[in-house]
């Protein structure tokens, strides 16, 4: 199950992945927000990334203006790994790569066609594993010194 979560900024085009993912039959839980009114990405983030760490869901995808506020806040979870991507490449390669397990997108700055093209590829593509297992490790290991 993916988790999905947006602010005000990303309302817009989160309604548009989830009548993509819905037709799909790619399963879904919406943690928000349900309407274009102002609210506070990282509320929102922690939602989803609690989801994820719970084994709830297993990946997400959070939609602010930008996608980098919702990334940033995302990524403050121990074991979150949210990547910010714009292009077909950077979505296939962090999950390849770096087993990204989120994936942030910018209302303000990815249409719809594009986004439900990222999410496609985010939800499709599996971690290479190999020599990119170790360096995630060491992220890992970087997070939990502090």
Do not use: Q, W
């Not at 084994?55 to 919702?70: D, K, P």
């Not at 942030?104 to 594993?129: H, K, M, N, W």
Request: glycine residues 14%; aromatic residues 6%.
């Amino acid at each position: 199950m993916v988790a999905i979560g947006c602010d005000h900024g990303g309302y817009e085009l989160k309604k548009e992945i989830i009548a993509h993912l819905t037709k799909n039959g790619v399963e879904f839980k919406d943690f928000g927000t349900y309407d274009g009114n102002s609210v506070d990405y990282p509320d929102i983030a922690k939602l989803v990334c609690k989801s994820i760490l719970s084994g709830e869901c297993e990946n997400g995808i959070l939609v602010c203006g930008t996608g980098i506020g919702i990334s940033i806040a995302a990524n403050k979870h121990k074991g979150i790994r949210a990547a910010v991507c714009s292009d077909e490449f950077s979505a296939k390669f962090t999950r390849l790569h770096n087993d990204a397990n989120v994936l942030c997108l910018g209302g303000r700055v990815v249409g719809p066609g594009l986004a439900c093209e990222l999410v496609d590829i985010f939800l499709s593509t599996g971690f290479e594993g190999g020599r990119h297992a170790l360096r995630v490790d060491k992220i890992t290991a970087i997070e939990n010194e502090n």
